[in-house]
């Protein structure tokens, strides 16, 4: 391949200052939030337009260059991990909100824009964009559309292929479509919907028409305390079975707690086994008698205190507990994978048992916190990378803790995605045919196999090598086809 005439093409797609082919550069993008896997893309672009993105990929086409699009890179599958060689499209430049049309509760956006900034720029306005990914602050519309991703506040409102009405891509083949409408529905294929959380293996999104939800006209957050998770698991369940639907309700287990209170002291309590983090959201009328439900509920499960945030500031300090657990793992642990089986909820407290049983048989910890109300779960296997071998334990245990949530009627991903991380238990999860429907499916939308190659679908000619010698060995090694 004539390497100086394809980076010469780049360059003249997206002029000089937007393209980096430095080694230190490239460093920089060699993985995603999910650090165990890595790859030095042999290019890095940022676009400004539709047009450059399509021009990108008509380049990658002609020389045969896998392509990889990756919006703020907080992924925790390894979706926007390069595969070695491929170029990287990064969206860093296309974060403008291009429209807010608020008599029609809508907003155009560039994929590049940061999930929070369009809530913070519609707030005032008496609306919000309702999807909230705990790595709202950083990650972008784009980046969630292509996981379709969930949140805290999905249980009440959906996850993100609820709230995106049109997008705009650019096809493998270079071409650009306009998926979806602006209207409540559209005849022919829903291929939006298709499109959704195909983690950028099918097109390179470009421009996304987003749906704005007004603001709730009264919020109230509770925070319910258990000696015992089972306990904390069945009042999820029997809430839901009730008929009731809070905004939210996330579980933080006594490892998550211990971490969260020595980093931000939120107020849970360090002697709790699990906390529950619970918020109602709208007309003050209907919020008192789910409030008094949801008490009751937690009374008959045994909750040793239940506390309800008397002003903003600290509803405030309770939710940032729970946003900012993750980072603050740092202070129990070197390093954490973060998993993201689902289970129904009635599995909830068998699941969780079930973790600490497998964690323990790999000389490990996991600590749970997690999307509760529609039993999105985020099992955290605490470990030292340092240690030799200890990662390699890491990310077998992470694999038998998928598997059990498998076995519980469960999937392999709640919203993280598949990536390359999750890959090798699309086995475990799909029966034959039904794989080879969705390969064909790939196939035909990207024939050459260019866009993100080696994520999401399984394929014996396309697996992803990465740095790290465990996950090799796991994945098989092997180049793309
Ligand atoms: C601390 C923390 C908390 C998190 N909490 C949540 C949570 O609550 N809920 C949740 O769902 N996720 C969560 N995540 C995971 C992650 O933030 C989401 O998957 C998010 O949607 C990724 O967005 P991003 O912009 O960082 O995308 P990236 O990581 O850059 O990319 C993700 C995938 O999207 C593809 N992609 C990106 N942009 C485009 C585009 N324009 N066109 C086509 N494909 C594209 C990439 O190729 C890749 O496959 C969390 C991550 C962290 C680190």
Not at 121 to 127: A, C, D, K, V, Y
Not at 374 to 383: A, E, M, T, W, Y
Request: hydrophobic residues 40%; aromatic residues 6%; negative net charge.
């Amino acid at each position: 391949m004539d390497s100086a005439g394809f980076i010469q093409k780049l360059t003249d797609a997206v002029g000089e200052e937007f393209i980096h082919t430095d080694p230190v550069a490239l460093r920089a993008y060699d993985c995603d939030g999910l650090t165990i896997y890595k790859g030095i893309p042999s290019a890095v672009v940022l676009p400004e337009s539709t047009e450059e993105v399509r021009r990108i990929v008509e380049i990658c086409r002609e020389y045969r260059v896998p392509l990889i699009a990756r919006g703020a890179g907080t992924g925790l599958s390894g979706g926007a991990t390069p595969l070695p060689g491929g170029v990287l499209i990064v969206f860093t430049r296309m974060n403008k909100i291009l429209e807010l049309d608020y008599e029609n509760r809508l907003a155009r956006v560039q994929p590049g824009v940061v999930n929070l900034h369009l809530t913070r720029e519609t707030l005032p306005h008496g609306f919000h964009y309702a999807p909230d990914p705990s790595s709202q602050a950083a990650c972008t519309i784009g980046g969630n559309a292509a996981e379709n991703s969930g949140g805290a506040h999905c249980l009440k409102y959906g996850m993100t292929t609820n709230h995106i009405m049109e997008m705009t891509v650019v096809l493998p083949s270079g071409e650009v479509a306009h998926l979806g409408a602006d209207g409540e529905d559209t005849p022919g294929l829903d291929l939006r919907g298709f499109f959704i959380g195909s983690e950028g293996t099918f097109a390179v999104i470009t421009e996304l028409t987003v749906r704005l939800t007004p603001n709730p006209e009264g919020v109230r957050t509770m925070l319910a305390c258990f000696t015992k998770v089972g306990d904390a698991c069945r009042t999820v369940s029997d809430v839901i079975a009730a008929g009731a639907v809070p905004a939210a309700m996330e579980l933080m287990d006594r490892y998550t707690i211990e971490a969260v209170e020595t980093v931000v002291q939120a107020g849970y309590p360090r002697d709790a086994e699990a906390v529950l983090l619970i918020e109602l959201d709208g007309l003050p009328s209907s919020i008192t008698p789910l409030e008094t439900l949801i008490r009751d509920i937690s009374e008959k499960n045994n909750s040793s205190s239940f506390r309800i945030a008397q002003t903003e500031e600290e509803r405030e300090g309770l939710w940032m507990g729970r946003k900012k657990a993750f980072g603050a793992f740092g202070v129990i642990a070197p390093s954490y994978y973060c998993l993201d089986g689902t289970v129904p909820r009635s599995k909830l407290a068998q699941v969780l048992e079930e973790f600490d049983e497998i964690a323990s048989r790999y000389d490990l910890r996991i600590t749970n916190v997690f999307h509760a109300g529609d039993g999105s779960l985020h099992p955290n296997v605490l470990f030292d990378d340092r240690v030799l071998g200890e990662t390699e334990r890491a990310i077998e245990c992470g694999a038998e803790v998928l598997r059990a949530c498998i076995r519980a009627g469960g999937v392999l991903s709640g919203e993280h995605g598949i990536g390359i991380e999750k890959i090798r238990e699309m086995k475990d999860q799909f029966d034959e045919p039904t794989l080879e429907i969705m390969e064909r499916v790939r196939d035909a939308i990207d024939e050459d196999g260019l866009m993100n190659p080696g994520k999401l679908i399984p394929d014996e000619e396309n697996v992803f090598p990465v740095a790290h010698s465990g996950a090799i060995a796991r994945m098989g090694g092997g180049m793309t086809k």
